[in-house]
């Protein structure tokens, strides 16, 4: 029965998720593509993303970065770390993570445990405007992260850059930040590993289906088996 009712949600969230889509494609007026000649298209990508930068009329990539941001992330922080968390490292600001553990392992307290475990991956940040091009034109893949003025890589083609950090209790913010630890080797590489003491600053969170998204990828990737093929003879 439960198998049943699971089959018949997942039917109705499919069907709800395309009206959405389609919902979003018309109150915009496209259908699948961007074309840098339907300026009333851009203004209504403006007036959607509540931008109010000045932008030329040539300059069409900030919109639709900051579409795709109000789009993918929410509108409050929260007060704690959870899945899609977007955040910094307060000594290495180019250094930027997004949260890839399910909020309900973050949230459940655990007895005599000060630190908790959670995976991350590194966002490469894109700069140039062919790859902010390639990012927007891929955007729909789920591989890019969306922040004020900002674009992200998250997935490459080599797979994704995680990390399993450590977070202080349920990574409560405390002055817009929260405490990690995370696993170096000392500089002096005499073979030893260290817990480094973190401070972390969150920038954005993403909404659950994008941050799902990302979930499912990490925990792929964490499941996968190499196979032995013979490439050449």
Same mark, same amino acid.
């Given at each position: $029965?439960?198998?049943?009712?699971?089959?018949l949600?997942d039917?109705? #969230? !499919?069907r709800?998720i395309?009206?959405?889509?389609? @919902?979003?494609?018309?109150?915009?007026?496209?259908?699948?593509?961007?074309?840098?000649? %339907?300026?009333? @298209?851009?203004d209504? &990508?403006?007036?959607l993303?509540?931008?109010?930068?000045?932008?030329?009329? +040539?300059?069409?990539?900030?919109?639709l970065?900051?579409?795709?941001r109000?789009?993918? !992330? #929410?509108? %409050?922080?929260g007060s704690?770390? +959870?899945?899609?968390?977007v955040?910094?490292?307060?000594?290495e600001?180019?250094?930027w993570?997004?949260?890839?553990t399910?909020?309900?392992d973050? &949230?459940?307290?655990k007895?005599? +445990?000060?630190?908790?475990?959670? @995976?991350?991956?590194?966002? #490469?940040? @894109?700069?140039?405007?062919?790859d902010?091009?390639?990012?927007?034109?891929?955007a729909?893949?789920?591989k890019?992260?969306?922040?004020?003025?900002?674009?992200? #890589?998250?997935?490459?083609s080599?797979?994704?850059?995680?990390?399993? $950090?450590?977070?202080?209790?349920?990574?409560?913010f405390?002055?817009?930040?929260?405490?990690?630890h995370?696993i170096?080797?000392?500089?002096?590489?005499?073979?030893?590993?260290? $817990?480094?003491?973190?401070k $972390?600053?969150?920038k954005?969170?993403?909404r &659950?289906?994008?941050a799902?998204?990302?979930?499912?990828?990490?925990?792929? %990737?964490? &499941?996968?088996?190499?196979?032995?093929?013979?490439k050449?003879?």
């Amino acid at each position: $029965m439960r198998r049943i009712e699971g089959r018949l949600f997942d039917e109705v #969230k !499919t069907r709800i998720i395309s009206q959405v889509r389609a @919902l979003g494609k018309s109150s915009l007026g496209f259908s699948t593509h961007l074309k840098n000649n %339907q300026g009333s @298209l851009f203004d209504r &990508a403006k007036k959607l993303a509540h931008y109010d930068g000045n932008i030329e009329e +040539t300059d069409k990539y900030p919109i639709l970065i900051e579409l795709n941001r109000y789009l993918s !992330t #929410k509108s %409050q922080l929260g007060s704690s770390l +959870t899945a899609g968390t977007v955040f910094i490292d307060d000594a290495e600001s180019s250094d930027w993570w997004v949260c890839v553990t399910p909020a309900c392992d973050l &949230a459940r307290p655990k007895k005599n +445990t000060p630190f908790r475990p959670f @995976l991350a991956l590194k966002l #490469k940040p @894109l700069s140039s405007n062919n790859d902010i091009k390639k990012a927007l034109n891929d955007a729909t893949s789920g591989k890019y992260v969306f922040v004020k003025d900002k674009c992200f #890589k998250a997935i490459s083609s080599q797979g994704a850059v995680r990390e399993t $950090m450590y977070v202080k209790g349920i990574g409560q913010f405390l002055n817009g930040k929260f405490d990690v630890h995370r696993i170096v080797r000392p500089t002096n590489d005499n073979g030893s590993l260290t $817990m480094k003491p973190c401070k $972390m600053i969150p920038k954005a969170c993403l909404r &659950a289906e994008y941050a799902s998204h990302l979930l499912q990828y990490a925990a792929q %990737q964490q &499941a996968r088996i190499g196979l032995d093929f013979v490439k050449k003879i």
